[in-house]
């Protein structure tokens, strides 16, 4: 199916919209399954009737149709016809996930899943079916309802309908065209339109933006019903509107009185130029009743939905988040220049300094604000999440989420969400027990799964913690010395045993399900949060539960930087990394094999590296007593980084290397300093992770 | 050999046989860049150097905001190096690596000229075996006598920053 250009761009937010309707009727139909409240019927039905308004006008018949059904059975539920039972919940949430796909499987314009479509398709009209069969007394049924129940019964279609078309005043303000709906029809069939004007009022009532005729429309040929639906699917909410099979076997529907048309403008085939009949001119030409009371339940639900955000092109914020940095740089310039010159003269500049240094950082603040979500946005896809699963392996789950309004980076957002999903899934599969068993511990049936959030000290920390089984240390420590992870005679502290689950090659589960435990996980779910510049651990109690916090940089533009100095090269070191920096005592420093030096911290022996020697650079001294070690903590191992120098700490505005050349080893990135020059950041955890297989290589020489 | 040919649209009969070339000096040798690669030219300034990275490559420097890579084109053809002088300029191009658009400074020896240069009075490189750097030439065409050698900057910048993939690939 193919759009033109000009449509392209707004299809392209059909589609998002689409989604986000999607997101609405899911997130509606999970809390739905407690309390059948009609505001919330109200709304899921708001939703799929936009997608389905949306889609049929982008001719995306398909997604129209199965909407449709949806609708239907939404619309049953609303009217109190239909009880919302749970089967029906199930069956909707699929079709959600259908109607997903069949949204991106349009946009990319790549073939639709018939046989699942087909199947949902059958699910709902079961369910309908049973429907209108059941309650037939409850109110006399509806036209439409009548010929949906032939349609289904699969009666021979008619050889042509007869279709009263009342649209409600509104109609053109609605944007809505009636002569493109007939245009429409007439490539159906030869059709023939009469035009009802008995509702025009006397020429000095008429208000000429209303619409005041109806239509009696004849048209022929093998038409199936569902078509012609299409055709009034975005205006039906509105109107009235009566099909009644010409000629065909299926009953006529009742009330479907074809009042005889006192002005009829006969429109034949619409071969010629049909404006003597156009609306546009009737609607001029007729006199009006302004009020003819707008009748209720017109289609408002367009503005629905609106939660008061703006799209913006994540290139145009980039650019600002630029320009910005360079508004900091300048700055910095200015003030490294100014501490130069005699101050007698320089009280104001040194005040319109620190003027700029503000207004300077405030501007940041909030054009980075821009960029910041709410972390709900990758917590609203854990209920239905953890309603699927909890369903799949039999266990009670009450899923608590606080914090969902802590903001952070888009960037970062997006990144977290694939390794959040993971940990829950981890949590509901592994750490929650079933029912049974957690009778027998004494708990609560209904186990407990928190999603939190929530900053602390200039980081974001989400915290996914679950009051199950806990780990299982022996069972760790033993697999751990299976697999040679851990040296046989290692004693490790509890929490270092809990953390072994993030080595990579780690599953403690007893079976492979589809869930989790195939051991490819938790160091990805590590390595990411890594990548991101953040941080993962868990803490457990056996039988109590196990938390997992997760500690974030809050933006990854921007970086609290210290510079370091080592020879006549600066580099920026995260101070997120650094644990401390220490003057180095010479009987603190021992030799490894003659290579690989080691220092002792307290009671604990750290790896040296020396930068000079990392990155090939002249320094001052290569003896650590000379220098100031900088301890740097990543994935819960240190290191002691030889430097020459400390100089300032800042924040650094993090440029890539990439986009104009390539990831260098041990360089996290560039950034601009103050006087124009470019500075590399440090990369703590690669540097840490390449310290250690030297460590390694350092054994292995000491062992041939 | 050549990749994309960008036209100017102003002058479309001429784009389409000829191409405007800038020239450079490098080692006596003059070399031809596409002119609607080239950025902007500058001159030689400090550089931060990158650990990890071959010696062609100097460093990078703040290009506006811009953190870009400066490449050394005589250490990048082998030649020998001589002491920056007050001729030695950057050319700052923009070149195809992949599907990215990069820009990259190149140090030479001094900026020439600009040529207009036929496409039909362009002669394919010969193919002397053992001299990689061939690899890089896009055409030979001789302007007032001299031989003007068109350089492939897609080809030679997109290879150097992707050496340290394939070592070997390049120029001893």
């Known amino acids: 199916m193919t759009v033109d250009l000009e449509m392209a761009e707004i299809a392209k937010v059909f589609f998002q919209e689409s989604r986000e309707g999607l997101d609405v009727m899911e997130s509606g139909l999970l809390s739905l399954g407690a309390t059948a409240d009609s505001e919330n019927i109200n709304t899921i039905f708001r939703a799929a009737h936009s997608i389905k308004g949306g889609s049929a006008t982008f001719g995306f018949a398909e997604v129209a149709g199965f909407t449709h059904g949806v609708e239907t059975l939404l619309d049953e539920m609303r009217n109190g016809v239909r009880p919302v039972t749970a089967e029906a919940i199930q069956t909707l949430l699929q079709a959600c996930d259908c109607l997903r796909e069949m949204i991106t499987a349009t946009e990319a314009e790549q073939p639709l899943d018939q046989v699942r479509i087909a199947s949902l398709n059958g699910d709902i009209k079961h369910i309908l079916g049973e429907a209108t069969e059941a309650p037939a007394p409850v109110s006399a049924p509806a036209p439409a309802e009548a010929n949906r129940a032939a349609d289904i019964g699969g009666a021979s279609e008619p050889s042509g309908w007869r279709v009263r078309f009342e649209p409600v005043a509104d109609l053109l303000r609605l944007r809505n065209e009636p002569t493109r709906m007939f245009a429409e029809l007439r490539r159906l069939g030869p059709m023939v339109a009469h035009a009802d004007a008995s509702r025009l009022p006397p020429l000095d009532a008429l208000d000429p933006e209303s619409c005041y005729l109806s239509w009696n429309i004849d048209i022929t040929g093998q038409i199936p019903r569902g078509k012609l639906d299409e055709i009034f699917d975005w205006v039906d909410s509105g109107c009235r509107l009566e099909f009644t099979p010409n000629g065909g076997s299926a009953p006529a529907a009742p009330g479907a009185k074809a009042s005889a048309p006192p002005q009829a403008a006969a429109i034949d085939a619409w071969s010629a130029e049909t404006k003597a009949v156009s609306p546009t001119e009737a609607k001029t030409a007729a006199p009006a009743d302004a009020d003819r009371g707008a009748p209720a339940g017109a289609p408002m639900q367009k503005a629905s939905g609106d939660s008061g955000s703006i799209r913006v092109a994540t290139e145009k914020v980039d650019n600002i988040i630029n320009l910005v940095g360079e508004l900091l740089i300048t700055q910095s310039m200015l003030s490294s220049f100014a501490d130069g010159i005699d101050p007698n003269d320089l009280d104001r500049l040194r005040q319109g300094l620190s003027q700029l240094a503000r207004n300077t950082r405030e501007l940041q603040e909030s054009v980075m604000q821009i960029r910041m979500l709410p972390i709900s946005f990758a917590f609203n896809r854990f209920p239905r999440i953890v309603h699927d699963l909890s369903r799949k392996l039999a266990k009670k789950v009450e899923l608590k989420l606080s914090g969902e309004g802590t903001e952070l980076d888009k960037t970062v957002l997006e990144k977290i969400s694939d390794p959040l999903v993971h940990l829950v899934r981890n949590a509901l599969d592994h750490g929650l027990e079933i029912p049974e068993r957690r009778v027998a511990a004494g708990k609560h049936e209904t186990g407990t799964l928190e999603l939190a959030a929530f900053h602390e000290g200039g980081n974001i920390i989400i915290e996914v913690r679950d009051d199950g089984a806990g780990l299982n240390k022996a069972k760790i420590l033993q697999k751990a010395r299976e697999r040679a992870l851990v040296a046989p005679d290692q004693e490790l502290t509890d929490e270092q045993i809990d953390n072994l689950i993030f080595m990579p090659g780690f599953s403690t589960a007893e079976q492979i399900s589809d869930v989790s435990g195939r051991g490819v996980g938790m160091d990805v779910v590590r390595r990411n949060i890594n990548d991101l510049g953040g941080h993962v651990q868990i803490s457990s109690r056996e039988g109590l539960g196990s938390t997992i916090r997760i500690r974030l940089p809050l933006t990854l533009a921007i970086l609290d930087g210290q510079l370091v100095r080592v020879g006549k090269e600066i580099y920026v070191i995260s101070l997120l990394a650094i644990v401390e920096t220490i003057q180095v005592a010479r009987e603190r420093v021992n030799t490894l094999v003659g290579r690989t030096e080691v220092f002792r911290l307290r009671d604990e022996y750290l790896p040296v590296v020396k930068l000079c020697d990392q990155f090939g650079i002249e320094p001052d001294s290569r003896s650590a007593e000379d220098g100031l070690l900088v301890v740097l903590e990543a994935d819960g191992k240190r290191v002691g980084v030889l430097v020459d120098d400390l100089l300032a700490q800042q924040q650094v505005v993090i440029k890539s290397l990439e986009s104009n050349f390539k990831s260098v080893a041990g360089i996290a990135g560039a950034t601009i300093l103050g006087d124009g020059t470019v500075a590399l950041i440090i990369d703590a955890p690669g540097l840490i992770s390449s310290a250690a297989k030297q460590g390694v290589g350092a054994v292995a020489a000491r062992a041939a | ?172």
Not at chain 2, 57 to 78: K, Q, S
Not at chain 2, 126 to 133: A, K, L, M, N, S
Not at chain 2, 144 to 159: C, P, S
């Open chain 2, 1 to 172: 050999m050549s990749t994309a040919k960008p036209t100017s649209g102003a002058d479309k009969a001429a784009a389409e046989s000829s191409e405007q070339y800038l020239t450079f000096m490098l080692a006596g040798e003059e070399y031809g860049v596409d002119i609607l690669r080239v950025q902007e030219i500058k001159g030689w300034d400090k550089v931060t150097r990158i650990p990890h990275t071959p010696d062609y490559v100097l460093g990078v420097i703040n290009l506006r905001g811009a953190v870009v890579p400066i490449l050394d084109l005589r250490r990048r053809f082998g030649l020998e190096t001589i002491a920056f002088g007050p001729t030695t300029v950057v050319i700052v191009v923009r070149v195809m690596s992949g599907r990215d658009e990069r820009t990259v400074g190149v140090v030479v020896d001094a900026v020439s000229e600009v040529y207009n240069v036929d496409a039909a009075d362009t002669k394919p490189p010969p193919d002397v075996c053992g001299t990689v750097d061939t690899v890089f030439v896009k055409a030979l065409v001789t302007i007032e006598e001299k031989m003007l050698i068109l350089l492939d900057i897609d080809r030679l910048i997109g290879n150097s920053i992707a050496d340290e993939l394939v070592p070997g690939a390049a120029v001893a």
